[in-house]
Every structure is written in structure tokens, then in C-alpha cells.
């Protein structure tokens, strides 16, 4: 899965909206630099109105060639024709999820600990995450933080793709990818300034 790695950038709704960032315009220019990958998270109900976003989305991302992914919601994702569903601890199971999406969809799985990556990786998932790497504002109640140490101590447990999560920022990131994780998922920190130059930084930086 050659396409996932470097960086892989999650459109958060309620991200977006702290930093006074339409999640469109953020589509818009990951668009525009090519980005292989992208995630779209909401947290909240799936109203008609996050419907439209999502779907709007998909439809300035995919005619770029960039894989759209759902985060939680299978449904939502096969209703939009994306890439994908990304799938965290307490959606349905990975395993009941790919029956309904069939082969070629992906799913990627969230993991944080030793014991979450073993069980992961015996799903019929195409990637998997861990973490937080650091620190998070991104959840309300977010998991024990992992470390760079545990999670070069855990890539061995899988071959395939991993993501860093968690608090991941421009000073941190090569420390995440050179610790093992194929790519780095990113939230806040793309948001910040011109984000055409954010993510110019960003691609040098992940390059790999």
C-alpha cells in the first residue's frame, strides 16, 4: 500500500471550526497537492447538513485522485462511494464491517495499546493506527499516551501499513516515522496560516 505513507491528513469538523477553517476549503487545497489519503472525522450526528459536507467533499477529493475516507461510519461511506471507512475502537467490528463493504473498500482500524495492535492485526483491515502518539486535544477523553519508544517497540507486531495519531506536529513527526510508522496523521496542524504553504512544509517534511 505504497500510497499510505508521509502524511495523512484528517479533515476534523470540529477542528476545522476552532480554527475558523470551512473543512471544504481544507478539501480544496489537500486537492490541489495531490495528497494520496484523507480522512473525514465528525464526531456528532450525521445530519443532512454533515451529509452535504461530507458529500462535497468527496466530490472535490475523488476527481483528484485522492482516496476518501470515512471516519466510524460505513454506511456513510458506501452511501458517498468513498475509499473507505475508518473504524476506532467501539465501531463495529472490523471483521462484520468488511462483509458489508466488500474487498474493495479500505479499513483502517485505531489501536492504542500492545494488546489492541495484536488483536488489530488479525482483522481484516488494510492499516492500522496507534496511538496517541503525544498528547491530544483532538478527543474529549483520550487514551493513555503511547510514546515514540513503545511504538517502535510495536511496529514489529504488524507488516502492515501504521499510522502515528495523536498530537503530531511538525516538530514531532519525523520522530514518529523514524520510530516506524509508515505515515502520520495530522489534524491541528495543518490548519494554522496559508494552508497551501502549510502543506507544502508538510509533504517536505513526510517525504520520504
Known amino acids: 500500500m505504497a500510497s499510505l ?12 471550526s476552532r480554527a475558523g477553517v470551512r ?8 486537492a490541489r497537492a495531490s495528497v494520496p489519503v484523507v480522512q473525514y472525522r465528525h464526531k456528532g450526528p450525521y445530519t443532512r447538513e454533515v451529509f452535504a459536507q461530507a458529500e462535497a467533499i468527496g466530490r472535490i477529493l475523488q476527481p483528484a485522485g ?12 458506501l452511501m458517498l462511494g468513498a475509499g473507505g471507512v475508518h ?44 496511538g496517541p502518539v503525544y498528547p491530544t486535544g ?9 510514546g515514540v519508544e513503545a511504538l517502535a517497540a510495536l511496529r ?7 499510522i502515528g495519531i495523536g498530537g503530531i ?3 514531532n513527526a519525523r520522530a514518529v516515522l523514524d520510530a516506524g510508522a509508515d505515515a502520520v496523521a ?17 509533504l517536505q517534511l513526510t517525504a520520504q
Open 138 to 146: 483532538s478527543k474529549e477523553r483520550p487514551d493513555p499516551v503511547v
Open 87 to 130: 473504524l476506532g475502537q467501539d465501531d463495529l467490528p472490523p471483521s462484520k464491517v468488511r462483509l458489508m463493504v466488500g474487498s474493495s473498500l479500505w479499513i483502517g482500524f485505531s489501536t492504542h495499546n500492545r494488546a489492541q495492535l495484536r488483536a488489530g492485526d488479525a482483522e481484516p483491515v488494510d492499516y492500522l493506527a496507534i
Open 186 to 202: 495530522v489534524i491541528f496542524d495543518l490548519l494554522a496560516g496559508d494552508l497551501g504553504a502549510r502543506l507544502d512544509e508538510w
Open 5 to 16: 505513507r508521509g502524511l495523512y491528513p484528517i479533515i476534523d469538523t470540529a477542528a476545522c
Open 23 to 30: 473543512p471544504e476549503a481544507l478539501a480544496e487545497a489537500l
Open 66 to 77: 485522492v482516496r476518501y475516507l470515512i471516519n466510524d461510519r460505513a454506511d456513510v461511506a
Open 169 to 171: 506536529t511538525r516538530s
Open 156 to 162: 514489529p507486531l504488524t507488516a502492515k501499513p501504521l
